[in-house]
């Protein structure tokens, strides 16, 4: 077993860990915590892959931005939502045997190796804007994102009595 084969699977146990604990964590703020660490996980198998640009993308967008975003959208609505609301679906069991089920396929797969020739940063810029690529996902994931951003603010505006929203 190599160095790498090793932390690869110090790396998965820790991201594996990592997100039983995000949808395990009694406390939200605590549950957010545990998510960087899980995305800090994915940078890493990023970065074993030889993928630099995804696992800074991945450390920049997903750490750097939508994880603070959570604590704090968390922190501000925290006195909104109150200490009442469901924390936890009484469905869990059945959706990790559901997960297991899916996922089973998959687990004999070996990736293909790339090319050494190809630039998949090039590619992947190719593939976001291209009217044959995933143009539209792009785009209406960037629609949705502004939405959920705009949806937040009203939820977490302090409205005085007598003014607008």
């Known amino acids: 077993m190599t160095p790498v084969h090793i932390l690869f699977i110090l790396v998965g146990a820790v991201t594996l860990g990592a997100a039983l604990m995000v949808v395990t964590a009694r406390n939200l703020v605590h549950a957010a915590l545990w998510l960087i660490v899980s995305f800090g996980g994915v940078a890493v198998f990023y970065a074993m892959l030889n993928a630099a640009f995804l ?24 006195h909104i939502t109150g200490e009442k609301t469901a924390r936890f679906n009484t469905n869990q069991v ?54 959920a951003l705009i949806g937040a603010l009203m939820i977490a505006w302090d409205r005085k009595e007598g003014g607008s929203p």
């Open 55 to 78: 696992a800074v993308a991945q450390v920049v967008i997903y750490i750097g931005a939508i994880a603070i975003l959570l604590i704090f959208a968390i922190m501000m609505t925290r």
């Open 94 to 147: 059945l959706a990790l045997l559901l997960a297991i089920v899916l996922d089973w396929g998959g687990a004999a797969t070996v990736a293909v190796p790339l090319d050494s020739r190809a630039d998949p940063i090039r590619d992947l810029g190719v593939a976001l804007v291209s009217p044959d690529g995933y143009v539209l996902a792009f785009e209406l994931a960037s629609i949705l994102l502004l939405g």
